[in-house]
């Protein structure tokens, strides 16, 4: 069963993918990707089998699950590596670019169902962005190395130190400690108490959806024309209130390991929505020391007159709504309710919280998949048109599923160069891995000059126009 909420546009994709394919967009919005050490590719690590166990017992595949299904998981170690090598080339490069549609190239109207490209190694290019670093971070130094002179016992107990140290602070921190020193980094205010007001960005923003929920999965069922779900006592309930499902408990939990494990044990600050299943997600990370601040503008997109009902009732109340949906999914409001747009202007308040407060720091939130949409589109600068061609993608890897984790950062994962602005991005999903994209993803901020902005200006049709003869013309 579909538990992500992300595939709604799907009908009308096609045809904006072909439309945008050649707008001028595609150079200014390139992700790279850093080159990797072998000993990093191990490092990054999945979740245990017997996880993925409990998972597939839980229920059968889901419409995507259909389609990876001979995508197999062979070995926690290098598995992120094994599922890149395994993929066939899909990405489609051209020579143009456009603010209407980022990195247009990238999607194809009709992508494969194997999730796969044997370009999407470092220096290739995933999703339109060049893929920058398949491992985690340079952080494999030579005391890690099974030389002769480690093998000592004072060799041994100072490399677990490090590995402990690593887990506790994050590979991100190594890379800060070894750009500014110790004491310089101490005073930037990561992991230690502020001394100085800045404006700056956290370091690292690490987001988290929250796992599979009793609404995921009544409207996923809805989808299959089983109605059950939505009983008197489901249908009185408002969306805020939806608990995890078993699937969702045991997704946490994986996200968790998965965090604690490539990212830290320990953040700065932690954020989650109000909503029920957020807050329930937030804890079931477990992550150690964690104290949470509850925020309100983290909530879900406001659903209006659609909140928590059937698809079929949704189908039969709000037909016409559904279409008009498919020609505009960025704009477009359900009744009532908030538009894509809407919720990006909410997450600047947020953006302020985190420059005041979070500056130099690890954050890590929890909230919903649409937010985290508005969170790509504005950190990002996704266009309208590119963040229709993603969330319509049928690639699974382009969505944003339960618990996945959107990991961004300043700090270049391979040489720890720090960067004014988020110019890194890894996406994961830890219990499917075939989800995840291919390793660190480099984005930039497009401009644009006035000959590509008409260049894409001419791509859409105009109607109506002015033609009287002694119109005044401008002077020259």
Not at 158 to 171: A, F, P, V
Not at 241 to 265: C, F, M, P
Request: charged share 30%; proline share 4%; hydrophobic share 30%.
């Amino acid at each position: 069963m579909s538990t992500n909420n992300n595939n709604n546009n799907n009908n009308n994709s096609d045809n904006h993918n072909d439309d945008y394919e050649k707008l001028p967009e595609q150079k200014k919005t390139t992700k790279r990707l850093v080159e990797a050490d072998e000993e990093d590719e191990r490092e990054s690590t999945f979740v245990e089998d017997d996880d993925l166990a409990k998972l597939n017992k839980l229920d059968g595949e889901d419409e995507e699950e259909q389609a990876v299904k001979n995508i197999q998981r062979e070995d926690t170690i290098g598995t992120e590596r094994e599922m890149m090598l395994q993929r066939h080339q899909q990405q489609q490069h051209t020579s143009s670019f456009s603010p209407l549609g980022l990195a247009t190239g990238a999607v194809a109207s009709k992508p494969s169902p194997l999730l796969s490209s044997a370009n999407e190694e470092e220096g290739g290019y995933f999703s339109g962005r060049k893929i920058v670093h398949i491992g985690d971070s340079d952080i494999s130094g030579s005391e890690d190395s099974p030389t002769a002179s480690s093998m000592n016992s004072t060799g041994s107990i100072n490399r677990r130190k490090k590995r402990k140290l690593k887990t506790r602070e994050g590979k991100i921190y190594e890379l800060l400690e070894r750009q500014l020193g110790a004491e310089a980094l101490k005073s930037q205010s990561i992991l230690g108490n502020v001394k100085t007001f800045t404006f700056e960005w956290p370091y690292e923003l690490v987001l988290v959806r929250h796992g599979q929920s009793e609404g995921n999965e009544a409207q996923a069922r809805s989808k299959r024309g089983d109605l059950s779900a939505y009983t008197p006592e489901f249908k009185k309930k408002h969306s805020s209130t939806y608990r995890l499902t078993d699937k969702g408990i045991l997704q946490a939990k994986i996200a968790g390991k998965w965090v604690k494990e490539n990212i830290a044990e320990v953040f700065d600050r932690y954020y989650t929505s109000e909503y029920v299943r957020a807050m329930e997600t937030a804890a079931l990370l477990d992550l150690p020391e964690s104290k949470w601040l509850t925020e309100i503008q983290l909530r879900e997109r406001d659903k209006g007159k659609m909140d928590n009902i059937s698809w079929t009732e949704k189908n039969e109340k709000f037909g016409h709504e559904l279409e008009l949906r498919k020609r505009d999914s960025f704009f477009w409001a359900p009744p009532g309710g908030e538009s894509i747009a809407d919720i990006c202007s909410r997450v600047e308040h947020t953006f302020i919280t985190l420059r005041r407060e979070c500056a130099n720091r690890r954050v890590v939130i929890v909230a919903h998949g649409e937010i985290m949409w508005a969170f790509r589109v504005r950190l990002e600068r996704l266009s309208q048109i590119r963040f229709h061609q993603l969330q319509s993608s049928k690639d699974p890897r382009d969505q944003i599923h339960n618990t996945s984790i959107l990991w961004y950062t300043r700090v270049h994962p391979k040489t720890g160069e720090i960067f004014p602005y988020f110019r890194f991005l890894r996406s994961v999903c830890p219990w499917k891995p075939e989800y995840s994209a291919p390793g660190w993803l480099e984005f930039e901020r497009p401009v644009y000059s006035n000959e590509e902005l008409l260049e894409s200006v001419r791509t859409v049709p105009r109607f109506v126009n002015n033609v009287e003869k002694d119109y005044p013309q401008p002077f020259h």
